[in-house]
């Protein structure tokens, strides 16, 4: 027998080749040891962040501790959520935004549940082959410069989640964010190496007086101060959503876009609104999930892909051949559907009960083989061949769970900086399909349903995700970082956690697989999978590559007592609660 990587003695030994939950409270069953390959970087057994009443988890450890903050001060759920955002936006710009988009699925503890789309929309003056050049051939203009900017969402976002579920004053849950852009905070290593690494993209705009003064980033130890953005965001605890929209925010961002060549208009800005959606829930092994719909593909991907493998039945243990063929078919199958028929709903027909319905995965799962791969051009004759963003996840005292993505693209977005304003615009603009059969940035090759259109929210894989247990009760807040990829972290974070039973923080440091259709392969992390394993795969016809890391999530569990909270190993974050 191949060797196989077992998450526990418990696969041997019960009946169900699923471990049976053995303490006393069936709805937080006992964890299973987690056993990873000898290769591995992340060390099986590691410690989660344990809180008693409310955690923050985010790659930015700050922007968690303002979380708490807030929620120590009165602040719920949403109020932290929303406070943890705003101070991303400060401490973590390289993905916190003010200039980007995201999307936030929220549970009540009260059964109550919510998502809210604030993802940037195409300007007035964006057309379908905007990217295409003279020579056919796209441009580049969609990852970098002026013309890559979605209208911004994040602000309009943010206040309006607040405005809906928040209990605190807004000027109380901005005021973090604008002491820490005002009073500065002290550089930690990861951004000094992060703007380092991103000079090419911050240097050639306005940011770069801001971010690189006498042209070096700041060093790690020394005291970074955002006044302009201080003021801005100033504005924003005063006016609310308005300023950014219709005022003196506005005028900067169409100013800057008129300066540089870009297509926002402040016309493009006061038409914007988020819009609250309704969470698609789709339930696995018993087990709820709760996730983020069109003009995300998140929620959909995960469902589909989930519903192909409780179909597809039992697999062989964590790490095995068996398991990560299923895996990637599943995933393979379900991009497959995401990447030629999600798009903007307000733009296209979305077949979102099909998509997430066990018939259609049922019918799905008879098509992968036990023992050999399928090309995907077979599988979806119509497809042709051809990171930055950041997940919090929060709980409050009252149990309400609030799981949040957002995002820039690119690190650092289109690398555009609003003068006067102090703040980074997205390239979100690449999230569209700038010409079928060609990948965009992450190598997504995706169809019409996608294209561009004046008005139409790009399609997202952020997939910001509240899983219930069987009996209903919160278990998992979780979500990621990683363009197609956190499709793939964030549902294999659920299956470590449901199928293999893994503590959170095994589940977080667990090695991942990524299969997105195109490229027909399967991307491993480095170290993550056994040479034997990697051998049984190629020999079941799969092409394997590996990948230095997939995704970054920031998840909360509800445990015995309380909370464990974890950001990613592959991220440099943290969890804080009280
Ligand atoms: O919305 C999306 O799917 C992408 N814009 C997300 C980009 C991303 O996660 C980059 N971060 N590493």
Redesign the pocket.
């Not at 790009?458 to 952020?462: D, F, P």
């Not at 970082?481 to 197609?484: C, D």
């Given at each position: 027998m191949a060797a196989v990587v077992v998450a526990g003695s418990a696969w041997l030994l019960a009946a169900s080749p699923y471990p049976r939950p053995t303490s006393g409270d069936p709805a937080i069953p006992t964890r299973v040891p987690a056993v990873f390959p000898s290769s591995w970087r992340f060390p099986a057994g590691a410690h989660a962040t344990f809180a008693q009443h409310a955690i923050v988890a985010s790659n930015n450890r700050l922007a968690a501790e303002v979380g708490a903050e807030v929620m120590k001060q009165g602040g719920n759920a949403v109020d932290a959520a929303v406070a943890t955002g705003f101070a991303l936006a400060v401490t973590f710009p390289e993905?916190g935004n003010l200039g980007g988009g995201g999307y936030m699925v929220i549970r009540m503890a009260d059964g109550r549940t919510d998502a809210l789309d604030y993802r940037e929309v195409a300007p007035l003056a964006a057309t379908r082959d905007m990217y295409i050049g003279a020579d056919g051939k796209v441009n580049g203009e969609s990852t970098i410069g002026p013309k890559a900017s979605g209208v911004p969402g994040a602000v309009a976002g943010m206040i309006e989640a607040h405005r809906k579920y928040g209990v605190l004053p807004i000027s109380k849950v901005l005021a973090p964010a604008i002491r820490l852009a005002s009073e500065g905070f002290i550089v930690d290593p990861t951004l000094s190496a992060s703007l380092a690494a991103e000079k090419y993209r911050i240097g050639g705009f306005a940011g770069k007086a801001l971010f690189f003064p006498n042209d070096a980033p700041p060093a790690a130890g020394s005291r970074l101060v955002q006044p302009q953005l201080a003021v801005t965001l100033k504005l924003i605890a005063d006016s609310g959503s308005r300023v950014f929209y219709r005022g003196s925010i506005a005028d900067s961002i169409a100013a800057e876009m008129q300066r540089s060549g870009g297509l926002i208009t402040k016309e493009d800005l006061a038409r914007y609104r988020p819009i609250w959606r309704r969470p698609i829930r789709s339930v696995y092994r018993g087990y709820t999930l709760i996730s983020m719909p069109p003009s995300?593909s998140g929620g959909i991907t995960i469902t589909e892909m989930l519903n192909i493998l409780e179909a597809y039945g039992p697999t062989r243990p964590f790490g095995s051949a068996e398991r990560i063929h299923a895996l990637a078919s599943a995933s393979q199958r379900a991009f497959i559907d995401r990447n030629s028929k999600l798009g903007d709903p307000a733009f296209v027909k979305v077949p979102l009960a099909t998509l997430t319905s066990k018939e259609y995965a049922r019918g799905i799962a008879k098509t992968i083989s036990r023992d050999h791969a399928d090309a995907t051009t077979r599988l979806a004759s119509g497809l042709r061949e051809g990171?930055?963003?950041t997940h919090y996840s929060v709980v409050d005292g009252s149990g309400n769970a609030v799981a949040t993505t957002t995002?820039l693209?690119?690190l650092y977005g289109s690398g555009v900086f609003v003068r006067g304003a102090g703040f980074f615009l997205n390239d979100?603009m690449d999230?569209f399909t700038s010409r079928p059969g060609i990948p965009n940035m992450?190598g997504l090759i995706q169809g019409a349903a996608n294209a561009i259109a004046p008005g139409k929210r790009?399609?997202?894989?952020?997939s910001p995700t509240i899983v219930l247990d069987p009996k209903g009760n919160l278990l998992l807040v979780t979500g990621a970082?990683?363009?197609?990829r956190?499709i793939s972290a964030t549902s294999q974070i659920i299956l470590d956690v449901i199928d293999h039973r893994m503590s959170l923080a095994d589940a977080m440091s667990a090695p991942r697989i990524h299969h997105q259709s195109l490229p027909d392969s399967i991307g491993v992390e480095r170290g993550g999978v056994e040479p034997s394993v990697m051998a049984r795969l190629t020999q079941m016809g799969h092409h394997v590559y590996e990948l230095a890391g997939i995704?970054?999530a920031a998840s909360i569990m509800r445990v015995k007592g309380g909370y464990e909270g974890v950001d990613d190993p592959r991220s440099h974050g943290g969890a804080v609660g009280f």
């Open positions: 993905a995300s990171n930055e963003t995002t693209n690119d979100e999230d992450f790009m399609l997202s894989a952020m970082r990683g363009g197609p956190i995704a970054s």
